[in-house]
């Protein structure tokens, strides 16, 4: 079956541009996450969906990010006014329960800030 | 502060011998760690987890050990294939919480 799609998989954009990132869980999963990895750092947990509830969003770097879940499918992650140090790999990941500790990782989006 | 710590960034093993990654925590509240693989260009695959009930889980060639005393966990590869080269990441959480913290990573090189 299909695994989690992301895209784009690659993203250039000029600083002070807003950028939105997609992510297409498996489908039946519940729960929904966003990290993000820095070059040479290992992966910093954003968010986290239950459905399209997110209870904790403390992992969010800034109020320049949000995101967004369409029932238990598609979550968007959008940076607002997007800065160099923004330019990271961005991991989506899906479970199908938010108590399964198994998550299953997309490609990840590239996104490098000019 | 990092929670989570790999503090070996590579280690080259040969074809057939023991691969053996590392990982320290500082959270006592964590109580269940996992590994990843992660080969270029692509996201992390899970391979193995524990929980802090346990100090030993086994999975065909990957065992992990966890001595919850040191705050350490140990991923053995056995024996190591070249298909094993790849970046490995260990992660934790603690109960409720749904948050996972990953270390940095160890880039593991498997010499045929």
């Known amino acids: 079956g299909a695994g989690v799609s992301q895209s784009p998989s690659n993203k250039v954009t000029e600083k002070g541009k807003d950028v939105e990132l997609r992510c297409d869980p498996i489908s039946g999963h519940t729960a929904l996450y966003w990290y993000r990895q820095r070059l040479g750092q290992g992966l910093e947990f954003l968010i986290y969906?239950?459905?399209?509830?997110?209870?904790?969003k403390s992992g969010l770097p800034s109020d320049r990010f949000s995101a967004e879940r369409t029932g238990e499918s598609v979550s968007t992650l959008t940076i607002q006014r997007t800065q160099q140090e923004d330019s990271a790999v961005y991991l989506c990941?899906?479970?199908?329960?938010?108590?399964?500790?198994?998550?299953?990782f997309g490609p990840g989006t590239r996104l490098t800030v000019t | 502060d990092q929670q989570v710590k790999q503090n070996s960034p590579s280690l080259s093993v040969q074809e057939g011998r023991i691969s053996i990654l590392n990982c320290d925590y500082t959270n006592s509240m964590f109580d269940y760690f996992l590994w990843y693989k992660k080969y270029p260009a692509e996201g992390p695959t899970f391979l193995i987890s524990i929980s802090s009930i346990k100090d030993k889980n086994e999975d065909g060639r990957f065992t992990v050990f966890l001595n919850k005393s040191a705050k350490h966990l140990s991923l053995h590869i056995v024996p190591s294939q070249p298909g094993d080269s790849a970046v490995y990441f260990c992660a934790a959480s603690e109960s409720g919480t749904y948050k996972y913290i990953f270390g940095t990573g160890t880039r593991l090189k498997v010499l045929a």
């Open positions: 990941a899906s479970s199908y329960v938010l108590q399964s500790y198994e998550q299953y």
């Open positions: 969906f239950q459905g399209n509830s997110a209870p904790d």
